[in-house]
């Protein structure tokens, strides 16, 4: 089995019940977007799947390998964006890559090989000498994914990974990372609270008040009416009810 499985996921902080019964699956090399308001439950579910946080109630797959019962296998398949960016500005992009590229055991040839890679992928290769400090906000955001893809992971998860980028910035990025996943079959799992970051083909899940009210493709869900509508509507009636 592929890609990733969430089944029957729960998660409470003390009384306060963040995610209730959530259950999906996004099959191998699909682009799936995640989309909730504030207080959704989004970040919890994203510190479920990278096991910052854990619970016993449900169960998580990552590329075939149970979450709880085969760690190091399951986090060996999956490459993580945070909403907050965790890069050194004093270093190069080659260094920062260097330092990320070694905390999974790769150095040398094999290392430079792989950032090579990553930074093509993201169309950085041009930039790697220089320091992070000079670059823009959303080359820091490709330098991101670059480094997340290094151990050349199945499946990658974006917590939020346009927050204040531009409108073209963040058209780039998005576009890019659908992409990646139609020519390298990477299976991505893209949070957002932005519906035009959304393409009509994506896998969509709604996720609300910690519950998961509807996943199918955007264009299903969403039928006649612009996606914004739809997710406003949707959110705001379960709010009322
Ligand atoms: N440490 C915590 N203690 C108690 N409640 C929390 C804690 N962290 C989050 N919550 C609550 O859990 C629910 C889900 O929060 P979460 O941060 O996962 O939502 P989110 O969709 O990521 O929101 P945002 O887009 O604002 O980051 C919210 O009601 C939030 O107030």
Redesign the pocket.
Known sequence: MSGLRVDQLSFA??R?Q?LREVSFHIPQGSFCALL??????????FALLTRLFTSRDGTIEIAGHDLSQAPRKALKQMGVVF?QPTLDLDLTVHRNLTYFAALHGFSGRDANTRIEAALDRLNMRERQKETVRDLNGGHRRRLEIARSLIHTPSVLLLD?PTVGLDAATRKSITDHIHALSQSEGLTVLW?T?LTDEIQDTDQLLI?HQ?RLLEDGTAQALRGTQPLADHFLSLTEESTVA
């Open positions: 902080y003390g306060k963040a909730g308001p504030n207080g959704a439950g989004k970040s919890t579910l909403q939020e949070a609270h996720l910690g």
